[in-house]
């Protein structure tokens, strides 16, 4: 997740979930940026299926025509027992759009759909994290379906120990402190 001090509009208090982490680089997402686009408009299929608001949301400044989607899956279900899905950390997944949507109905407890992805290359991350500009802490599987109106970034860092979890009374805006 973002620091507070992190004044890169494209990252300022997100959270972002780390999908892959590898030598190559690093690939996520920012969970708390929904757009205004209705998912059923780009992909009407999969709408139903997707947790509320169902809106594209932006994953991050990479790729903005590619699309990701992230699923939980219910209490029970094992990836290997669902096509068209690839594990992420149990019980969140990666779903295949080009899969029926219909093969998940019972399956997933939601899902969300994401334009563009957050990418650092090789030791790219790890220089900014010792920088200060990133936080890393363990994500839930219930921050991939996290309603907007939610403070995600703030619910996320009052989880921490302290004194981390102080870090969420940061202000928006310091200057309006």
């Known amino acids: 997740m973002a620091s507070p001090g992190l004044s890169d509009p494209n990252f ?15 690939l996520g997402v920012v ?26 949301f932006l994953g991050g400044p990479v790729e903005q025509k590619v699309a990701l989607c992230l699923a939980a899956l219910r209490t029970g279900v094992r990836v290997s027992e669902v096509p068209g899905t690839i594990s992420v950390r149990s019980p969140v997944t990666l779903v295949d759009l080009d899969h029926d949507p219909d093969t998940f109905a019972g399956v997933i407890r939601g ?15 790890a220089g900014e994290i010792e920088r ?15 309603p907007p109106n939610d403070d995600l970034w703030g619910r996320v860092l009052r989880r921490q120990p302290m004194p981390l979890a102080l870090l969420a009374t940061h202000p928006s805006d310091p200057r309006r402190n």
């Open 111 to 125: 899902l969300r759909v994401f334009a563009g992805y957050a990418g650092w290359e090789s030791d790219q991350l």
């Open 31 to 56: 969970l708390n940026r929904p757009s205004e686009t209705a998912l059923r408009d780009v992909l009407p299929s999969w709408g139903p299926y997707a947790t509320r608001p169902r809106a594209v």
């Open 132 to 146: 200060g500009d990133w936080i890393v802490v363990p994500a839930l599987p219930d921050d991939i379906l996290a």
């Open 12 to 26: 300022r208090r997100t959270v972002v979930y780390v999908i892959e982490h590898r030598g190559e680089g690093t």
